[in-house]
T-cell receptor, first 112, second 113 residues
Framework: SQQGEEDPQALSIQEGENATMNCSYKTSINNLQWYRQNSGRGLVHLILIRSNEREKHSGRLRVTLDTSKKSSSLLITASRAADTASYFCATGRETSGSRLTFGEGTQLTVNP | EAGVAQSPRYKIIEKRQSVAFWCNPISGHATLYWYQQILGQGPKLLIQFQNNGVVDDSQLPKDRFSAERLKGVDSTLKIQPAKLEDSAVYLC???????????FGPGTRLTVT
């Protein structure tokens, strides 16, 4: 079964607004990663946060990790129409950080 | 730097036929993965190679799926015989040594009729 569960399943916002997606997982992890998938394209790595980190930034992306609650959130600030995509969290297990387990994804639609 | 290459991009076959997918990872990436992504779901790992050895194939349906990575570079994934439920996108990914992020190819969309 999938380890990560994203919430919400779908999110629709206006350009310029912020988008927040959440991910929960079940077992101990080594790292947590977020990926984006546009229609017709493969998965693209966005950001990685290690289990000993609490927050990480990359451009308009901000990721938080709460290992006590086994949850993570991805914030996209000042969204653009080009951010429209599916976003997946993927967890690397404590014993094998290189093997990823993906969640079901959040479908984000940014309306111009 | 060239990305992960996959072919074909699309394949339509009838059930009980066989099919093969090819992947060429990013040069120098020792670890290669095959994933199955069913429509509306996240990718599910099928098999992980380190160089030409299998690291994890616990989720590979071995009665019909097989994969190999000869010479530790290119890889092929085969399904024989295909079932309707095998309709999915098959993604190949590679990972550089010492890092956790994976680089994905464009995928092969398989339709089994």
């Amino acid at each position: 079964s999938q380890q990560g569960e994203e919430d919400p399943q779908a999110l629709s916002i206006q350009e310029g607004e912020n988008a927040t997606m959440n991910c929960s997982y079940k077992t101990s992890i080594n790292n947590l990663q977020w990926y984006r998938q546009n229609s017709g394209r493969g998965l693209v790595h966005l950001i990685l946060i290690r289990s000993n980190e609490r927050e990480k930034h990359s451009g308009r992306l901000r990721v938080t990790l709460d290992t006590s609650k086994k949850s993570s959130s991805l914030l996209i600030t000042a969204s653009r129409a080009a951010d429209t995509a599916s976003y997946f969290c993927a967890t690397g297990r404590e014993t094998s950080g290189s093997r990823l387990t993906f969640g079901e994804g959040t479908q984000l639609t940014v309306n111009p | 730097e060239a990305g992960v290459a996959q072919s074909p991009r699309y394949k339509i076959i009838e059930k009980r036929q066989s099919v093969a997918f090819w992947c060429n990872p990013i040069s120098g990436h020792a670890t290669l993965y095959w994933y199955q992504q069913i429509l509306g779901q996240g990718p599910k790992l099928l098999i992980q190679f380190q160089n030409n050895g299998v690291v994890d194939d616990s989720q590979l349906p071995k009665d019909r799926f097989s994969a190999e990575r000869l010479k530790g570079v290119d890889s092929t994934l085969k399904i024989q015989p295909a079932k309707l439920e095998d309709s999915a996108v098959y993604l190949c990914a590679s990972r550089p040594l010492g890092r956790y992020e994976q680089y994905f190819g464009p995928g092969t969309r398989l339709t089994v009729t």
